[in-house]
């Protein structure tokens, strides 16, 4: 079993991570996070088997069907965790286990027990405490559990804020991984367009992309990739990638890598021949400029809505000047007549998910991805997405060359005391840049 490969991090950063929930959690009291199960594609065979976050983030534990619990009381703390027992006849069928005598050593915890045994030994874990933290409706299966355990768990205390928070601050050791993320998906969206030729279908880029993850041990991707070929772009998660890719268009390409259960995220939009026309280098220019600038403001202390503010002036300006849009540009950007092409916010938190958790406003409460409150000042160990996009629709009243039209250029920031690394740069976006790399196949 130890041969598996997976670069993981280091035993003591988990080790770390669940010392600072005791730390937060009141005395006398029992925190408890439920794993991932596995969910089927059709009849009996599942999906690939992917990890709960927040179950990962505090076991480093890649099995289904477990739970971790974090008992402090009187002061002491104690780490339990309900794994699946092992099961020859099982394993021979479905795969290896840890099991519950490996588990405490292999995981550095104090306490196993077999799943089975969950409605038997739960409640008396839960003797002589007084608050349990516990994230309801996350995980239907965990809820049923408890339930079945006779746990009231309607005056839980929500742990999500807590552990969101400390998500939200990555470690060195998470840092390093997240670079091997961003360089994995840069080199393979380098490959995307070395090999993106007219009449190619969007799935074949897709699993060209997919392979080269999986060279840099990297199997999967953090989220569905999207290849969408000329107007396929204005759908913003085209994930049909099932057409041909046209002479004369554009592809956008939005995919990033899982490397270590982190992700990237990258973007990149160009032309399936190799070359840029007018029309395409108009609106590729605005979005480029815009996304350099959010770059630029990106940094400690300002906010992505600040970032956001100017990304939006320099696509109103630049869609005027286009004669894409009409009027006074003060007013335009005052009535939000750029969201017919505008329609997404301009970056989002990146971690294990790849929209990942953490709070986006000042006000500590506000933690809903598609609020447009993000005005919390972005501080250093933040990584976060920039990706301005510009969608012309088929449909839309814009002169003929605009139409059909969607560009979205994607990198991926680690704020720093300096102000941020790019981790996605390897990947090229300047026009030239993107010509010669593909005149070169
Ligand atoms: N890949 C999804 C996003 O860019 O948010
Ligand atoms: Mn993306
Ligand atoms: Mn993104």
Redesign the pocket.
């Known amino acids: 079993m130890d041969l598996a490969y997976m670069a993981t991090l280091p035993q003591q950063e988990f080790i770390e991570r669940r010392n600072k929930v005791f730390e937060q959690m009141q005395d006398d009291s029992v925190f408890i996070v439920f794993s991932e199960i596995e969910k089927r594609r059709s009849n009996d065979c599942a999906y690939p088997f992917r990890q709960d976050s927040y179950f990962w983030y505090l076991t480093g534990f890649n099995e289904p069907n477990s739970v971790l619990i974090l008992r402090k009381k009187s002061g002491k703390q104690e780490s339990i965790i309900f794994v699946r027992p092992s099961d020859p006849l099982r394993e021979t069928w479905d795969g290896r286990r840890l099991g519950v005598t490996n588990a405490p050593t292999k995981l550095s915890l104090d306490h196993a027990f077999s799943i089975d045994d969950f409605s038997a030994e739960f409640p008396k874990i839960l003797e002589n405490t007084n608050a349990i933290y516990h994230l309801p409706t996350l995980h239907p299966w965990g809820d049923e559990l408890l339930t079945q355990s006779a746990v009231d768990f309607s005056q839980a205390l929500c742990w999500k804020e807590m552990l969101d928070e400390m998500r939200l601050f990555k470690s060195e050791n998470e840092i390093a991984l997240m670079q091997q993320a961003g360089q994995i998906s840069a080199l393979a969206h380098i490959r995307a367009m070395q090999k993106t030729r007219p009449n190619r279908l969007e799935y074949e880029i897709e699993h060209e992309i997919l392979h080269e993850f999986s060279r840099f041990g990297a199997r999967n991707p953090s ?1 569905n990739s999207i290849i969408a070929g000329g107007e396929n772009a204005c759908i913003l998660h085209y994930t049909e990638n099932d057409m041909p890719l046209k002479e004369g268009e554009l592809v956008l390409i ?1 995919a ?1 890598c899982e490397f270590a259960m982190y992700a990237g ?1 990258i ?1 990149r939009t160009f032309p399936v021949n190799g070359k840029f026309s007018q029309a395409q280098r108009d609106i590729y220019e605005i979005v480029l400029n815009a996304q350099k600038r959010a770059i630029e403001l990106l940094v400690p202390g300002n906010s992505i809505q600040q970032a956001n503010e100017e990304v939006v002036r320099i696509k109103v300006e630049g869609l005027v000047k286009l004669g894409i849009l009409q009027g006074d540009i003060e007013e335009l950007i005052e009535t939000e007549a750029y969201r017919q092409f505008y329609m997404h916010g301009l ?2 938190w ?1 971690g294990l998910d ?2 990942d958790v953490g709070s986006y406003s000042k006000d500590e409460h506000n933690n809903n991805r598609n609020s447009k409150v993000r005005d919390r000042p972005l501080e250093v160990g933040m990584v976060l ?1 920039v ?1 301005p996009g510009l969608y012309i629709s088929e449909k839309a009243n814009v002169p003929a060359q605009y139409k059909g039209i969607g560009v979205r250029i ?1 990198d991926n920031l680690l704020i720093t005391e300096y102000g941020n690394k790019n981790l996605t740069s390897a990947v090229p976006k300047e026009i030239d840049d993107i010509e010669k790399l593909m005149a070169n196949k």
Request: aromatic share 8%; hydrophobic share 15%; glycine share 16%.
């Open positions: 989220y939005d990033g995220d973007t970056g989002h990146l790849v929209h997405t990706e994607e």
